[in-house]
């Protein structure tokens, strides 16, 4: 009964704190004259990523490596197939040319180096320092671009201030991470009690639980019009839960990758970000079809988990 109760907390915390995250963040973008797509990116992005952060390094501190890995392979995945496929199922997203050719390959990026580490079969201290530097790097270069004028959504709010934003973006960062961990600890161990295995915990329940930001905040910002900031944050946190979590975790415990992530999950995840780059490129936009069509996918995926 506490483990559902805990459920229930998280699914309600996630709410209120996606949608202050998601006002505040604008909010701010409009008084800085920084753009959403690169306020997604970055704050938001990299926001909502925490609870993954947070999940992933508590696993490897204890031993259990198969949910550390299957945390950040998992998220990714279920970001694209499920958050932006139903995101976009609602609401078509146009993607800017210079979004895709610049953090969308810096996406692809991650995605193979996290291919090469699963191959690999470890994450040791050099690779998470490497994993690290390229973050900096990319970050440098994200909030350089924030220097480009607002969308036009962005200039006709009237921004709050400056103390009220910054106070209610922290607000809504707290409030969705404690909500993501109340959502994953009851999650976990219900899971638990079923005698499911580490890893398929960590790829399914676990990863979709700290996804749950990203899902909430891409939701209520493509619905409030702000389509910059919801793909930009899918593509944040997807570079963010490579190059961040993975390097910091690994700084943190070295890990050893269980091989059954090599025989679908990485390839999954690869294919993911393939089609979203692809639908992307050819279209200019996501439209409502296309996110059924990542929708399957995902549903797709989880029944070959589930039945393999």
């Known amino acids: 009964m506490i483990d559902f109760l805990l459920i229930a907390t998280g699914f309600a915390g996630l709410l209120l704190g996606g949608n202050w995250l998601v006002n505040c963040a604008v909010g701010l973008a409009t008084r800085w004259g920084v753009s959403p797509l690169v306020i997604g990116l970055t704050l938001v992005g990299f926001g909502t990523s925490m609870p993954e952060l947070v999940t992933s390094v508590q696993a490897a501190l204890a031993g259990s490596a198969g949910i550390a890995m299957g945390n ?29 050719r610049r953090d969308g390959m810096v996406m692809l990026g991650a995605t193979f180096a996290t291919f090469a580490l699963v191959l690999f079969g470890t994450v040791s201290r050099p690779m998470g320092l490497l994993l690290i530097s390229g973050l900096a790097l ?107 979590i993975l390097g910091v975790t690994a700084l943190v415990r070295p890990m050893e990758v269980p091989a059954q992530f090599a025989s679908l999950d990485i390839w999954v995840m690869t294919a993911a970000a393939l089609a979203v780059l692809f639908m992307g490129t050819t279209g200019r936009r996501i439209s409502r079809g296309e996110g059924a069509a990542l929708l399957a996918g995902y549903i797709a995926y989880t029944g070959l988990l589930i039945h393999g």
Do not use: H
């Open 72 to 100: 950040v392979i998992g998220s990714n995945i279920a970001n694209i197939l499920l958050i932006l496929g139903l995101t976009c199922a609602l609401s078509p997203i146009a993607v800017a040319r210079g979004t895709l």
């Open 138 to 244: 990319y970050l440098v270069s994200a909030l350089r671009r924030g220097d480009d004028a607002a969308s036009q959504e962005a200039e006709a709010l009237a921004p709050p201030p400056l103390w009220r934003g910054a106070l209610g973006l922290l607000l809504g960062l707290i409030v969705t991470i404690l909500a993501a961990r109340a959502l994953v600890a009851g999650a976990v161990s219900v899971a638990a009690a079923w005698g499911v295995s580490e890893a398929l915990i960590g790829v399914t329940i676990v990863a979709v639980g700290t996804s749950l930001p990203e899902l909430v905040t891409s939701i209520i910002a493509a619905r409030k019009g702000q389509a910059d900031m919801a793909f930009g944050n899918i593509i944040g946190s997807n570079i963010f839960n490579v190059l961040g």
